[in-house]
């Protein structure tokens, strides 16, 4: 292991490497994030994509990772092997929240070798008012790779430290409002920002019962997220509109890929945002399916980490039968040889208005269901789908499969209904869609519904 000082540099000669920043952790101590900027030999990020964080965790070619924070670290992960050959340097930066960096005891970088956890450099900072920083760099010298120990604070925060790299800067607001953290224009701001338009007159947010117990980092993202979704609402006039929300996931056998990268458990969360926003008790009723559709245990706001990890999981098929439970299944897990692995959309749009019709609400339903395509129910889900029209619930389907959504996607194209109740966008790479574009596109052809479901006495 090598000590660094500020300016030293050393060779690289691992594929991969891990970044850890860390700190002494405590009462009073501000919150750290890590993150990292992918720049071009001009210094300069190609796009905002290049900017990977909490809120955007895995760059679009997956060779820079924000893997989460512990108490007192936060770490990415860096495959030199797979950066493209237009990415010069890979800076490792890091902001502050609720004070100065000054304010942080013990601050250092560890750069490991991914594989072993081995620690190859290591490098002390000293800071003072500094809220945002570049710690280190890797950086292409001579067809191999070296890493060079930086220690360049920002005391303009990361607005500073954004604008130097190319990164797009929402522009201040009024003196009278907060003061915004920049981010990068196609993605979630850090979640302690501000949108450019918010001030005094910003869309109100619901505070959602036991999103106090959620761990710091997802806290902030779901509180961005209420506000980008309430922005959304307002901008069609429905600023505080009250709606259950009900999640389907499809858990078909070619969604496996999606599960196993943590997709879908991204989709999820970013879905729980819309409950915590539109339904005030807190908790979304959810539903997964494949040859056969199961109800899951509802997700309450407080407890989605347990909830994501437990229950955001894919189809499996048996060979075997049934008759034993398979080893390792949790209390409250459903058994996913039961859900098998075949696209049967009917079934469970039968038994999410089954739900309805039994659960009755003053409020309306919104319905985010989400299929990766290989529809081949085309009449049976017409048929659902139809006959729900009198149902006060509105259909957003979301794609993510790249082709065949046949009839879900061209259903609120059919004639013979008194009004659509149902909404597709396909959204095949959604892990590159920023939440607020996400969330437009979620919320864009449910308000319309509603209106003209209240005129015709569907919604009282």
């Not at 071009?40 to 895995?58: A, E, K, L, M, T």
């Not at 750069?111 to 072993?116: R, T």
């Not at 959620?214 to 779901?222: E, G, I, S, T, Y």
């Not at 429905?238 to 858990?251: E, G, Q, S, W």
Request: charged share 25%; proline share 7%.
């Amino acid at each position: 292991m090598t000590t660094l000082s500020k300016g030293a540099n050393m060779p690289v000669t691992v594929p991969a490497v891990r970044a850890v920043l860390g700190w002494s952790a405590g009462p009073g101590v501000p919150d750290v994030d890590a993150s990292a900027l992918l720049l071009n030999g001009s210094g300069r990020v190609r796009s905002d994509g290049d900017f990977v964080f909490y809120n955007q965790p895995r760059h679009a070619s997956g060779a820079v990772r924000h893997l989460g924070k512990q108490p007192g670290s936060d770490s990415l992960d860096i495959d030199l092997a797979a950066l493209g050959e237009d990415v010069e340097r890979v800076a490792l930066c890091a902001s502050s929240d609720g004070g100065a960096f000054g304010q942080v005891p013990g601050l250092h970088l560890r750069l490991l070798d991914a594989a072993s956890g081995a620690e190859l450099a290591r490098f002390d900072m000293a800071a003072g008012a500094e809220t945002a920083y570049v710690s280190g760099e890797l950086y292409r010298r001579a067809g191999g790779w070296k890493f060079r120990a930086v220690g360049q604070g920002y005391a303009s925060g990361l607005a500073g430290l954004a604008t130097d790299f190319g990164i797009s800067v929402d522009e201040a607001p009024p003196a009278t409002a907060p003061a915004p953290v920049p981010s990068p224009a196609p993605v979630s701001a850090p979640p302690h920002s501000a949108p450019a338009a918010a001030g005094r007159d910003e869309p109100a947010v619901r505070l959602t019962k036991g999103e106090e117990n959620l761990p710091v980092d997802m806290r902030k993202r779901l509180s961005l997220r209420k506000q980008q979704i309430a922005v959304s609402l307002t901008k069609h006039g429905l600023p505080k509109l009250t709606a259950r929300v009900i999640l389907v996931l499809d858990a078909s056998g070619s969604m496996s890929a999606l599960y196993s990268r943590g997709t879908m458990a991204g989709v999820t969360e970013r879905m729980a945002a819309v409950a915590a926003q539109l339904d005030d008790d807190g908790e979304m009723q959810a539903w997964t399916f494949a040859s056969n559709p199961a109800r899951l245990p509802d997700l309450v706001i407080g407890e989605l980490p347990e909830w994501l990890s437990l229950h955001v999981r894919v189809g499996q098929i048996s060979l075997f039968g049934r008759k034993k439970p398979p080893k390792g299944l949790r209390p409250g897990q459903v058994d996913m040889r039961a859900v098998g692995i075949q696209n049967e959309e009917q079934k469970v749009i039968a038994e999410v208005r089954t739900f309805v019709r039994d659960h009755p609400v003053p409020d309306p339903t919104l319905v985010l269901f989400f299929s990766d395509g290989g529809v081949i129910r085309n009449a049976e889900i017409e048929r659902e789908l139809r006959a729900a029209v009198e149902e006060p619930v509105f259909w957003q389907f979301i794609g993510l499969g790249r082709s065949q959504y046949g009839v879900l996607e061209y259903f609120d194209t059919l004639p013979g209904r008194r009004v659509d109740n149902v909404g597709f966008f396909a959204a095949d790479d959604i892990e590159k869609v920023p939440d607020p574009e996400l969330y437009d596109r979620l919320l864009s052809e449910f308000p319309s519904w509603l209106r003209a479901a209240r005129q015709l006495g569907i919604l009282r």
